[in-house]
Each structure stands twice: as C-alpha cells, then as structure tokens.
C-alpha cells in the first residue's frame, strides 16, 4: 500500500517513507542494493601526543557549524585525561562530533552524522597531531553519502538515507536507511584465482587495503509498501 507505511526485511535496513508516487510492491518487496557505503567526515593524526608535547602545552581545536571547542594540555595530563578534557570543552559547546584516541596516542575526530552535507575543521599546535600544519586549520575529510538502488531504478543517497528518484517507474519518492558497513559482504580489490584463495600472510609493516563494494553493489534487504 502507497502513503506512509511501509516494513524491510535485511539488518540495518529500515523504511523511512514513501509518497503517492511509490509503486505497490506486492507480496515479494523492492530489492535495495548499495553500491557505496554511506561515511561520517572525519580528521586523523598522523604525529602521536608524547608526554613531552603533553608538558609543553599542547592545544587541540575542534570546529563545527559555527561553534569551537578548544583545550591545552596541562604539565600533568595523562594522554586520556587530555582527550576527555577536549570531550568535556566539545560537549559543553555543543559540537556534534566524537573523540578518540588511539593506544598508539593518534587523535581521531568523526562527525556523529552521515553524508556529504557534514564537515569540521581541526586545528593543533604541533604539526601532525591533528592539522598538517602546527596551529593553521584543516579541513576534516568529507563524508560520503550512500549510493545504490530501489528495485534496479535510480535512487539518490543523502548520508544514510536512499529515496528513489521522481519519475521512477516503482520506487518515486521510496526512501530508506540503511546503517549498515555490510560486513561479509565487501571483496578484497587485490586479484586472486577464484579456485585456489589462499589466505596470504600480510607483510609485517603493510596495512591490507581496504575491502570495497563489489562493482554490481551489494543487497542488503528488501523494502515492502
């Protein structure tokens, strides 16, 4: 039935809404395969925070939608307490972003929300601990809106959300989530014999590339209206 009504079969799909211009899907349900997964905006260090950069002061910077979030590390910060002072200013403010820091003492900065429409800026005092350049701006890695298809027709990703295009022949107006990272699902983009994979060791020093979406995409559940 057309209008707001709507159930998904699939993990991490869900049925978002749909208009007067969505098809009737019957009894067997809309295919919905991604062809690329949706990400957050993102900004990585690639210098550790030592003890030493910790004592001499080091001060990171977060700015989102207009609003900055600012802490300098005391003589006495542990690397922790130094993120979760930064987490303390990030919330106070009202930045919707998240925190981390790695065992190896690498700052992560992630948007909390999906998609293209969603950037921060980062700034440190020390080049490499989260801008490229000591105490000049950079620009957080843009997330990526999902990609794919409703029932093989053209549909348009905004962060997690897929809505069929207008004029579609089925799926006008169709829009689902999914918030899925299709685990299980990914290839790995290095070439192999399809009849003899073997599991190679990888070189010590050598991350593994990054499993992609195979070209025909990926099915990840079926909407039913």
């Known amino acids: 039935s057309r209008g707001a009504s709507g159930v998904t079969t699939g993990d991490n799909l869900e049925f978002v809404g749909a208009t007067l211009g969505t098809g009737d899907s019957r009894e067997n349900g809309f295919e919905v395969r991604v062809t690329e997964l949706s ?5 990585e260090g690639t210098t550790a925070i030592t003890n030493e950069l910790m004592k001499a002061g080091e001060t990171l910077t977060v700015i989102e939608n207009g609003k900055m979030a ?4 005391r003589a006495d910060d542990t690397q922790d307490t130094m ?8 919330a106070r403010k ?13 700052v992560e900065v992630r948007h909390k929300e999906y998609g293209s429409d969603h950037s921060f800026q980062v700034m440190s005092s020390t080049a490499g601990v989260l801008s490229k350049m000591g105490g000049e701006i950079s620009i957080a890695e843009a997330g990526k809106d999902i990609k794919g298809t409703i029932n093989g027709e053209s549909a348009i990703g905004k962060g997690q959300v897929l ?5 579609a022949k ?8 999914y ?31 990054p499993l ?6 990926i099915a990840v559940g079926r909407v039913f209206v």
């Open 94 to 106: 009202g930045l919707n972003v998240n925190v981390s820091i790695s065992d190896a003492g690498i």
């Open 39 to 43: 990400t957050q905006a993102h900004a």
């Open 83 to 90: 993120i979760q002072n930064l987490r303390s200013e990030i």
């Open 170 to 177: 089925c799926v006008d107006g169709l829009s689902v989530r």
């Open 163 to 167: 809505t069929g295009v207008e004029g």
């Open 212 to 217: 992609e979406v195979p070209p025909e995409g």
């Open 70 to 73: 600012s802490y300098t590390s």
């Open 179 to 209: 918030t899925g990272d299709a685990k299980g699902k990914l290839i790995d983009p290095g070439c192999e014999v399809a009849d003899m994979v073997v599991e190679e060791p990888i070189p010590e020093g050598e991350q593994a590339l």
